[in-house]
């Protein structure tokens, strides 16, 4: 009896051990980057730019951003050079930069490595990326329009940029190994089921990554599209709006065309986006959805008025 007292804890030990060995150097386990290399075709590219600037968002995570403007616009300075910042101050789980994307970082990288990058959120090197970049909804897409994104970034002005190293905090260092997984390509639906075009839109235009409020690092499905997600802003929080059909805390109220011109209110020429210093902003970048087709957005209302409804009453937020 005397032995076991002190064998049971050592094994325990030696279990733990084991685990957190496998998570830091056995895994993320994704397989090889494709070994593929992307025509650059004129429908790749103007498909490219449509999604990398607009619909996926990755040069405005990957471009300096303006918090003291309404919806936080790009800056214009180094264009999707990087340096974008998801630190410990704004609540993140350690401090992490968004890399830069324009030839000057990729040009050592292969159509492959950058595929893999994209669609799993494992870096050249074999790490995992910090998921600010939804790697699990990317991966969703079609191979052609992952393609088309890939060519684009490779036609980008090559910026001279140092970003930091990502600097994790424990035990989230251990966590983020075990988030990317192996690609799952989809395929774009038919226009005109304008449903099922519209779920691929949204699932690429990464909606459920912020209109989702997170449990322990996962959504909570129950509660999909319905917000109250938080986001630490210098000027306050601020929660993510309820985008379900309900009438009441929702969408449900709302027209076609009312959805369509709360994006593209701010492509008007004459809209001025207001400086704020306090008070309520928003981590929405409404300044580049606005750019998206009309139809893109219509599908996207037509499959959130698809959805149940959730009654969930929003704070959108709550000042400093």
């Not at 496998?22 to 490219?48: C, F, W």
């Not at 405005?60 to 630190?87: N, Q």
């Not at 074999?126 to 079609?142: D, E, K, T, W």
């Not at 009309?294 to 009654?311: G, H, M, R, V």
Request: aromatic share 12%.
């Amino acid at each position: 009896m005397k032995r076991l007292i002190w064998i049971i804890p050592v094994g325990i030990v030696l279990i733990i051990l084991i685990a957190v060995l496998y998570i830091k150097l056995g895994l993320p386990n994704v397989g090889p980057p494709p070994d593929i290399t992307i025509e650059h075709t004129k429908a790749r590219l103007e498909r490219g730019e449509y999604l990398a600037n607009t619909v996926m968002g990755c040069v405005d995570c990957h471009s300096k951003r303006d918090f003291t403007k309404f919806s936080g616009p790009l800056t214009g300075v180094k264009y999707a050079g990087g340096g974008d910042e998801f630190v410990e101050e704004f609540g993140a789980p350690g401090n992490f930069y968004a890399p830069n994307l324009t030839p000057h970082h990729l040009k050592d990288w292969t159509d492959g490595e950058i595929y893999r990058a994209i669609t799993t959120g494992v870096s050249k090197d074999g790490r995992a990326l910090f998921p600010a970049m939804p790697a699990h909804l990317y991966g969703q897409a079609s191979k052609e329009d992952i393609y088309s994104v890939i060519a684009y970034l490779r036609t980008l002005r090559p910026y001279e940029s140092s970003v930091p190293d990502p600097d994790p905090k424990f035990p989230f260092n251990l966590i983020m190994n075990t988030i990317p997984k192996k690609i799952e390509n989809g395929t774009i639906p038919n226009r005109e089921n304008i449903v099922e075009y519209g779920r691929y839109m949204i699932t690429i235009a990464g909606c459920i990554d912020c209109h989702t409020p997170m449990e322990k690092g996962q959504y909570n499905m129950d509660m999909a599209y319905a917000g109250s997600q938080e986001f630490i802003l210098p000027t306050g929080i601020v929660r993510t709006s309820n985008i379900t059909p309900d009438e009441t805390t929702g969408i449900g109220k709302w027209t076609e065309e009312i959805f369509v011109n709360k994006f593209k209110i701010y492509s008007d020429s004459s809209f001025i986006l207001p400086t704020v210093n306090e008070g309520f902003n928003t981590i929405m970048p409404w300044t580049v959805y606005t750019k998206m087709e009309e139809y893109d957005l219509k599908a996207i209302f037509a499959y959130l008025q698809s959805l149940e409804p959730i009654n969930n009453q929003v704070v959108k937020f709550s000042p400093n």
